[in-house]
């Protein structure tokens, strides 16, 4: 079963980048990515920019409205995400502890639609 692991960050508690701190973080990261890849469990993974590049668009009365930033102002940002194929909830739970974000952010853990199952 396919899962996202939404990856949330506070940046105020995030490790600034260029410290040793951030260098561990992302070392955490670089090791989980060889991880999932040598189990066969990852399917696509990135880090997204911050949330000032954002845009978000809506359909109302049939025109489109875009506007800067994201949907919801919240003190945890979506920083990135990953999606693995693994046999349950508890496999992808485990891989998800040991994103490095967890230490001051949240991971969301989201099983994807199968729209075309098999038989």
Do not use: C, W
Request: cysteine-free; aromatic content about 10%; proline content about 6%.
């Amino acid at each position: 079963m396919k899962y996202m692991l939404l990856i949330y960050n506070d940046p105020t508690r995030e490790p600034a980048y260029g410290t040793e701190d951030f260098k561990q973080m992302m070392g955490g990261f670089f090791e989980l990515n060889t991880r999932m890849n040598a189990d066969g469990v990852l399917v696509a993974g990135e880090g997204l920019k911050g949330i000032e590049t954002a845009t978000s668009l809506r359909r109302k009365a049939g025109k489109v409205e875009t506007m800067d930033g994201p949907f919801a102002d919240t003190k945890e940002h979506l920083g990135g995400y990953y999606i693995v194929d693994v046999p349950d909830l508890d496999a992808a739970l485990r891989y998800a502890a040991d994103i490095p974000s967890a230490n001051f952010g949240t991971i969301e853990v989201r099983p994807l639609m199968d729209y075309n199952p098999a038989g």
